[in-house]
Each structure stands twice: as structure tokens, then as C-alpha cells.
């Protein structure tokens, strides 16, 4: 399958099941009112209980000048402190649980539509992919996050090592440290970009492995992973889809940049802006997904047949026994048993008669 048909393909099934587009806008906008509920409120309720006066807080400096130090801190707001750390959690646990559900349902309404060409979107079969999914897309959600954590405590160690090797550098020779400094630099930069986009790639290409085959979390990736190496192609797609969504994404930040210059009326405009460009962001995520899960069926997975298989029927056993031929006239009489006697006895008459006469 080559690349211009992927994408060809996964701009056609999000222009098809463009309701998802909305239900993802929708999750975030229910994202912002659940953090206004779990943690606005709470922290409200707990400035009142606390009898906590912001009022003569004008700047950062001025909340620090009014805590000497973190026993301070503790001593004097450690309920508070609780209180607020849960109203977080518990945010983000709900907020997580709702993204994944919606998240999932995508997945399978977009893997659905590849299967079947002429499915039509509706909510039902939303939910039901949904609750499918569900699981085993948080199983492998935590496992990626507990990948990603693995590789930015490597990149720490790494990046570590590096700046102990330049500073060793530095007491030696000025010059050999900034060698050594813009080497090591250049060489972990390439190496986290290659290990993230490698990461995320896995990601993707784990959703079609977890959708298609229904496999768990650990062996979707071992699936991906494997994919990934038998066609290289499909990490070269990613990294191009990747390129090109941060580009958009910087090209309308860019665009954004002329309302902060207008007082008011840019304040104003910037809202519906803002708004637009989630939604454009959401729809461009959904049609990277599209193109990855599009590309992975159609070199993994094996064309299905359009109609149902007919099979030919079981040919019958030829009878053995045969019925038994039957004498005939030379003009093509047909003769039965009965009449063949008769003729047999005339004849031995004839012959006796003919002996007699002789």
C-alpha cells in the first residue's frame, strides 16, 4: 500500500465518521468543566474554611514573603495542602477514565469502517467499541507510560553523563568543552528525537495490533514492534505524519500571535480561535490514526472476501448394480421375459417337426 493511498484513505474515513471530531471537542470541553467541579470547587470551599485572604497578594513575591519557609508552609495549611492534592488526583483519574473510554470508542469505529466499507456512524456502535476496548486500551496505555517514564530516566542518566564528561572537559581545555558540548548536544537530541518518535510510533501502530487482532497489551507491542521491523516503511510514515502535525500545529500558533497585539477585541476573538484550532487538531489526530490503522490492515492483514462461500456440492456414489439388459427384435421391438419363453419353446417345436418329417 503506498503512502498517498493511506492518507487518501484516512482523510476519507474521518470525513465519513466526522461525528468523532465532535465527540473528541466534546471530551475536552467536559474535561474543563470537571476540573472547574473537582478542583474549583473544593479549592474554594477550602480558601473559606482556611480563612485564606489572597487579597493583599498582588505578586509571587508577596505569598512568598508571607510563608518564612516550607515547615511554614505545612504547619499552617497542611489540611489544605491534602485537600487540594486530592481535588487533583481525583481529576485526573476521572479525566483519564472519561479520555480513554471516548478514545477507545474512536479506535474501533475508525477500525470498523476500514473492515466494512459501507458502515455508517451511530452511537450504539460507538459504545459498544467503547466498552470493548476499554480495558484493554488502559492496560496499554500504562504500559506506554511506564515506557516513556523508562526512557526519559534514560535520557537523564544520559544527558548526566554528558554534562559530567564536559565539565571534566571545561577544567582541561575551554575549547575541547565546547567540542565536546556541542557533540554530546547534537548526539542527544537525535537520540531522543529517534527514541520518542519510535516510541509513539509503537503506540499507533499497538492501537490497529489491539483492534484487528485483539491481542493484550504486552503483545500488541511485541506486535507492533514486529511490524515496524518487517516493514520499515510503516516508521518513516509515522515520522512524516508526526513532522507534518507538529507543522500545523505551529502554523496556527503562529496565526494566533496577531490577536495578543489588539487590546480588547483580540481578547474576544481569540476565544472562537482558540476553539477552532482544538478542532482542527482533534480532526488531524483522528486522520493520523486513520492513515496508521488503514496502512497496518492492508499489509498485515489478509483481503476478506466480498460474498459468501459456496461450496460444491458432495458428488453421490454411481450405483453399482445395473439393471439387466433387455433382448430386443431386429426391427427394435423391445421383447419381456414372458414373450422371450414363448419364442423359445416355438423354436425347439419347429425343430423337433423338421427331425420328423427328415
Known amino acids: ?13 474521518i470525513n465519513r465518521n466526522w461525528q468523532l471530531v465532535l465527540i473528541q471537542a466534546g471530551m475536552f470541553f467536559l474535561s474543563i468543566v470537571l476540573f472547574f467541579i473537582i478542583v474549583g470547587i473544593p479549592l474554594a470551599i477550602a480558601f473559606i474554611i482556611f480563612g485564606i485572604d489572597l487579597t493583599g497578594l498582588t505578586n509571587i513575591s508577596d ?11 505545612l504547619s499552617k495549611y497542611i489540611g489544605f495542602l491534602l485537600l487540594i492534592l486530592a481535588s487533583v488526583i481525583l481529576y485526573i483519574l476521572v479525566a483519564t477514565v472519561f479520555g480513554i473510554y471516548i478514545f477507545g470508542g474512536s479506535i474501533g469505529v475508525i477500525g470498523r469502517s476500514i473492515k466494512e466499507k459501507g458502515l455508517k456512524f451511530s452511537i450504539r456502535i460507538f459504545m459498544d467499541e467503547a466498552k470493548k476496548l ?69 503506540t499507533v501502530y499497538g492501537f490497529a495490533a489491539l483492534f484487528f487482532i485483539g491481542s493484550g497489551s504486552f503483545k500488541s507491542i511485541k506486535e507492533a514492534f514486529r511490524f515496524l521491523m518487517k516493514y520499515p516503511n510503516g516508521f518513516w510514515l509515522y515520522t512524516v505524519l508526526f513532522t507534518g502535525y507538529l507543522l500545523a500545529v505551529f502554523l496556527i500558533g503562529l496565526f494566533s500571535y496577531p490577536f495578543t497585539l489588539i487590546p480588547i477585541i483580540g481578547t474576544i476573538l481569540s476565544f472562537p480561535y482558540q476553539m477552532f484550532s482544538y478542532i482542527f487538531q482533534t480532526y488531524l489526530g483522528l486522520v493520523i490514526i486513520a492513515i496508521i490503522l488503514s496502512y497496518y490492515y492492508a499489509k498485515e492483514l489478509p ?44 423354436a425347439d417345436n419347429n425343430s423337433k417337426n423338421a427331425n420328423n418329417l427328415s
Open 1 to 13: 500500500m503506498k503512502y498517498i493511498k493511506a492518507v487518501k484513505d484516512g482523510f476519507e474515513l
Open 63 to 73: 505569598i512568598f514573603s508571607t510563608l518564612r519557609g516550607p515547615s511554614e508552609i
Open 303 to 346: 483481503s476478506e472476501p466480498e460474498g459468501p462461500v459456496i461450496e460444491s456440492p458432495i458428488p453421490q456414489p454411481q450405483a453399482e448394480e445395473t439393471a439387466p439388459q433387455e433382448k430386443t427384435e431386429p426391427n427394435g421391438a423391445v421383447l419381456n421375459e414372458g414373450d422371450k419363453n414363448e419364442r423359445d419353446e416355438e
Open 134 to 202: 476499554f480495558l484493554r486500551l488502559l492496560g496499554f496505555t500504562s504500559v506506554i507510560g511506564l515506557i516513556f517514564i523508562a526512557a526519559a530516566f534514560f535520557l537523564g542518566l544520559l544527558g548526566g553523563g554528558i554534562a559530567a564528561i564536559v565539565s571534566f572537559a571545561q577544567s582541561q581545555d575551554s575549547t575541547l568543552a565546547l567540542f565536546f558540548g556541542t557533540f554530546f548536544s547534537l548526539i542527544l537530541i537525535i537520540l531522543a528525537l529517534i527514541l520518542i518518535i519510535g516510541i509513539l510510533s509503537i
